[in-house]
């Protein structure tokens, strides 16, 4: 919005030139975009806040400069005198919620012209162009108070100009407004009538029919307050925005509506030679109470992180032409201005007293959260398993932290905490917080097959959010969630593509686990997961605590919903930080040779791969050592269930070459352990 730098210093009382007033415009938040030559003036272009209409008029923004800069508002000119007896105009208010005020005024003897030069300049600096001296009075009306004011000719009038009406449209009413539009009226749009019809839109346009000409001898001139979501739903409605309808969709100040009368009647007396009838008519039906708001000294330090002294508080409040009564101990009682309709709270007149003294007071020093952030073992292990997870060829998904009711409940262990609802939800279906990150790598993963991608590898490393009950915190621990289908490696000429199986997925999960936590003892052991096939699903566990990672082959009504084999796992984050130790250190790539020997043993039925291992594990070696199974056969002569398996050892020696003693003694150690642990022999 454009205002004359000349004629806000006049208002003003300061001497300053554009940039001065820029700056402390600026500083005030009242922010300058740039400053120019119009009109023969220099011109400020302010982007005003939508809260602060008292600064859509000069005086306003006036009013606001010299607080800034120690000025001293120049008082309004005096007009003619406020409603009397015998008024020559009737007015009817039929919905004092649309219009809670109205006033009218007569100025007769009009002689429409040319408009003085100054007129002129000042309406070229605002962006608008000179008209008559009477319509161009109604201008400098509305740039100087920010109230729109409208003259319509009085010998147009119906009834002979003696009543308004201020009423909703009728069905069926149309209007031709001054820009020549014929525009057909509905029961939702607030309009100005005489005695026959309507002949103005309330707050936007007037009517044609009663427009200023150069036969206007006698004007009817209308200030009013009217409903701003009346006056916004109508203009969008007709499509006519007008620098009117801008105003009064933001609000004017209702108590200063007789200040406008005044002044448009004696701009007419001054531009036009019109005689004022000495009164006007003011409809105010519910008149509005002064509001006071109490600022507590306590509360300015708490807001602005600086002591600020009473009597500068004070001070500040003066200087805006706030009106502060003596304070009461703590309290500081204020009478709030009509115009200053966005005070509303006692945080507001902090903000008040922070601009005058300057934002750049505030001491800049960094907030204090109260809600903690993640260790720095968890974000270790958050970064490592991202790593893993790429170097796996799985690729990194980004879901929604938000989901509906009951969508993750298939997802989540026996006994776990209830879903936290979102108490103002952006939508329905996302209205509670994930406790598993599985729904939305599936849903990702669905989408994926919907578009024709068979080989999908998802993962995401995120927080999911548990609900402590009794109104405690929400902990907010960090997860691993992987979906994959199709290939279980990318496809290469060397060899024919295969589908990903529940091994390749113990194998990742494996793999993954290893990486995050080395030397953990995590064991795995056939379990129900959520969300899984129980004949094929897993939980990787520690030697203590609760399950680090489970997973497995989708439930295939899952399966049978999304038309492909799914797998899926999940690895609690958190509880893998805890438990976690570095990995050893690099060693040189050893010099000396290894000792392999392979053993091949017959294993009693049902024995697993794992209790090999774990009774291997126990016996000690003589230097470092790496089991692997190389060959594996069931069938005759062995009896049914027994398995023929042949295990690898490699010794890796470090410092010194082992013996052929020293090697076939941890064999024969190994044997024994096997035989006496789990019944395992030799194969003759």
């Given at each position: 919005?454009?205002?004359?730098?000349?004629?806000?210093?006049?208002?003003?009382?300061?001497?300053?030139?554009?940039?001065?007033?820029?700056?402390?415009?600026?500083?005030?938040?009242?922010?300058?975009?740039?400053?120019?030559?119009?009109?023969?003036?220099?011109?400020?272009?302010?982007?005003?806040?939508?809260?602060?209409?008292?600064?859509?008029?000069?005086?306003?923004?006036?009013?606001?400069?010299?607080?800034?800069?120690?000025?001293?508002?120049?008082?309004?000119?005096?007009?003619?005198?406020?409603?009397?007896?015998?008024?020559?105009?009737?007015?009817?208010?039929?919905?004092?919620?649309?219009?809670?005020?109205?006033?009218?005024?007569?100025?007769?003897?009009?002689?429409?012209?040319?408009?003085?030069?100054?007129?002129?300049?000042?309406?070229?600096?605002?962006?608008?162009?000179?008209?008559?001296?009477?319509?161009?009075?109604?201008?400098?009306?509305?740039?100087?108070?920010?109230?729109?004011?409208?003259?319509?000719?009085?010998?147009?009038?119906?009834?002979?100009?003696?009543?308004?009406?201020?009423?909703?449209?009728?069905?069926?009413?149309?209007?031709?407004?001054?820009?020549?539009?014929?525009?057909?009226?509905?029961?939702?749009?607030?309009?100005?009538?005489?005695?026959?019809?309507?002949?103005?839109?309330?707050?936007?346009?007037?009517?044609?029919?009663?427009?200023?000409?150069?036969?206007?001898?006698?004007?009817?001139?209308?200030?009013?307050?009217?409903?701003?979501?009346?006056?916004?739903?109508?203009?969008?409605?007709?499509?006519?925005?007008?620098?009117?309808?801008?105003?009064?969709?933001?609000?004017?100040?209702?108590?200063?509506?007789?200040?406008?009368?005044?002044?448009?009647?004696?701009?007419?007396?001054?531009?036009?030679?019109?005689?004022?009838?000495?009164?006007?008519?003011?409809?105010?039906?519910?008149?509005?109470?002064?509001?006071?708001?109490?600022?507590?000294?306590?509360?300015?330090?708490?807001?602005?992180?600086?002591?600020?002294?009473p009597a500068a508080a004070a001070a500040a409040l003066h200087a805006l032409e706030l009106d502060p009564a003596e304070p009461q101990g703590?309290?500081?009682?204020?009478?709030?201005?009509?115009?200053?309709?966005?005070?509303?709270?006692?945080?507001?007149?902090?903000?008040?007293?922070?601009?005058?003294?300057?934002?750049?007071?505030?001491?800049?020093?960094?907030?204090?959260?109260?809600?903690?952030?993640?260790?720095?073992?968890?974000?270790?292990?958050?970064?490592?398993?991202?790593?893993?997870?790429?170097?796996?060829?799985?690729?990194?998904?980004?879901g929604y932290a938000m989901l509906g009711a009951g969508e993750d409940a298939p997802f989540v262990r026996d006994g776990a905490p209830a879903?936290?609802?979102?108490?103002?939800?952006?939508?329905?279906?996302?209205?509670?917080?994930?406790?598993?990150?599985?729904?939305?790598?599936?849903?990702?993963?669905?989408?994926?097959?919907?578009?024709?991608?068979?080989?999908?590898?998802?993962?995401?490393?995120?927080?999911?959010?548990?609900?402590?009950?009794?109104?405690?915190?929400?902990?907010?621990?960090?997860?691993?969630?992987?979906?994959?289908?199709?290939?279980?490696?990318?496809?290469?000429?060397?060899?024919?593509?295969?589908?990903?199986?529940?091994?390749?997925?113990?194998?990742?999960?494996?793999?993954?686990?290893?990486?995050?936590?080395?030397?953990?003892?995590?064991?795995?052991?056939?379990?129900?997961?959520?969300?899984?096939?129980?004949?094929?699903?897993?939980?990787?566990?520690?030697?203590?605590?609760?399950?680090?990672?489970?997973?497995?082959?989708?439930?295939?009504?899952?399966?049978?919903?999304?038309?492909?084999?799914?797998?899926?796992?999940?690895?609690?984050?958190?509880?893998?930080?805890?438990?976690?130790?570095?990995?050893?250190?690099?060693?040189?790539?050893?010099?000396?040779?290894?000792?392999?020997?392979?053993?091949?043993?017959?294993?009693?039925?049902?024995?697993?791969?794992?209790?090999?291992?774990?009774?291997?594990?126990?016996?000690?070696?003589?230097?470092?050592?790496?089991?692997?199974?190389?060959?594996?056969?069931?069938?005759?002569?062995?009896?049914?269930?027994?398995?023929?398996?042949?295990?690898?050892?490699?010794?890796?020696?470090?410092?010194?070459?082992?013996?052929?003693?020293?090697?076939?003694?941890?064999?024969?150690?190994?044997?024994?352990?096997?035989?006496?642990?789990?019944?395992?022999?030799?194969?003759?």
């Amino acid at each position: 919005m454009l205002f004359s730098v000349e004629w806000l210093c006049r208002i003003a009382g300061v001497a300053a030139d554009a940039a001065r007033l820029a700056e402390a415009l600026t500083a005030r938040g009242l922010t300058v975009d740039s400053i120019d030559e119009r009109g023969g003036g220099a011109v400020l272009e302010v982007d005003v806040p939508a809260n602060r209409p008292d600064c859509l008029g000069h005086r306003g923004l006036a009013r606001e400069i010299a607080a800034a800069l120690g000025g001293r508002l120049a008082p309004l000119a005096a007009g003619p005198a406020a409603a009397g007896g015998g008024e020559r105009v009737r007015v009817t208010v039929e919905d004092p919620r649309l219009c809670p005020r109205y006033t009218a005024g007569v100025a007769s003897g009009v002689r429409v012209g040319p408009a003085p030069g100054w007129v002129v300049q000042r309406l070229e600096a605002c962006g608008l162009r000179s008209v008559n001296n009477v319509v161009d009075a109604s201008n400098l009306v509305m740039l100087e108070l920010g109230q729109p004011v409208h003259f319509f000719d009085r010998a147009r009038l119906g009834g002979g100009g003696a009543e308004i009406v201020v009423r909703r449209a009728r069905s069926g009413e149309s209007l031709t407004t001054l820009d020549g539009v014929a525009r057909r009226l509905d029961r939702d749009v607030l309009v100005i009538a005489d005695a026959r019809h309507p002949i103005a839109l309330a707050g936007i346009m007037g009517g044609a029919e009663t427009e200023i000409g150069p036969d206007t001898r006698e004007v009817l001139v209308e200030a009013a307050r009217f409903d701003p979501r009346s006056v916004r739903g109508a203009a969008r409605r007709l499509g006519l925005q007008t620098d009117a309808s801008f105003r009064f969709e933001r609000g004017v100040d209702a108590a200063g509506i007789p200040a406008a009368q005044r002044l448009a009647l004696r701009l007419l007396e001054e531009l036009a030679g019109a005689r004022s009838a000495g009164e006007f008519v003011d409809v105010d039906p519910v008149p509005t109470a002064p509001r006071v708001l109490s600022l507590r000294h306590s509360s300015l330090e708490r807001l602005l992180g600086y002591a600020v002294e009473p009597a500068a508080a004070a001070a500040a409040l003066h200087a805006l032409e706030l009106d502060p009564a003596e304070p009461q101990g703590d309290r500081l009682h204020v009478r709030i201005p009509s115009w200053r309709a966005d005070l509303e709270r006692e945080a507001d007149l902090v903000e008040e007293v922070a601009r005058h003294l300057g934002y750049e007071r505030i001491p800049a020093r960094a907030p204090e959260i109260a809600a903690g952030g993640a260790s720095a073992a968890e974000s270790a292990v958050e970064d490592r398993a991202r790593d893993l997870m790429a170097w796996r060829g799985f690729h990194e998904a980004i879901g929604y932290a938000m989901l509906g009711a009951g969508e993750d409940a298939p997802f989540v262990r026996d006994g776990a905490p209830a879903a936290v609802a979102i108490s103002n939800p952006i939508a329905e279906p996302l209205s509670h917080l994930r406790r598993s990150l599985l729904p939305g790598l599936l849903r990702a993963l669905e989408l994926n097959l919907r578009r024709g991608t068979r080989d999908v590898r998802l993962f995401e490393v995120a927080r999911v959010f548990l609900a402590s009950g009794a109104g405690g915190p929400i902990a907010e621990p960090s997860r691993l969630g992987l979906a994959w289908c199709g290939a279980a490696s990318p496809a290469h000429w060397s060899a024919p593509t295969r589908e990903v199986d529940l091994f390749d997925l113990l194998g990742t999960v494996e793999g993954v686990l290893e990486g995050l936590a080395p030397c953990a003892g995590i064991a795995r052991q056939p379990a129900s997961a959520p969300a899984c096939d129980p004949r094929a699903s897993v939980v990787w566990c520690g030697a203590a605590g609760p399950p680090l990672a489970w997973g497995g082959a989708l439930h295939p009504e899952r399966q049978e919903a999304l038309g492909a084999p799914v797998f899926v796992a999940e690895f609690d984050l958190a509880a893998i930080a805890g438990i976690a130790r570095p990995a050893p250190p690099f060693r040189d790539v050893p010099r000396l040779p290894a000792v392999t020997r392979d053993l091949s043993l017959v294993l009693a039925p049902r024995t697993t791969f794992a209790e090999l291992l774990r009774a291997l594990g126990a016996v000690p070696a003589p230097a470092a050592v790496e089991f692997s199974a190389i060959d594996r056969y069931s069938g005759p002569p062995l009896e049914p269930g027994e398995v023929s398996l042949t295990l690898r050892f490699r010794l890796q020696p470090l410092e010194r070459t082992l013996t052929t003693p020293e090697t076939e003694s941890y064999r024969a150690a190994l044997v024994a352990r096997l035989e006496a642990d789990l019944g395992v022999r030799l194969r003759a």
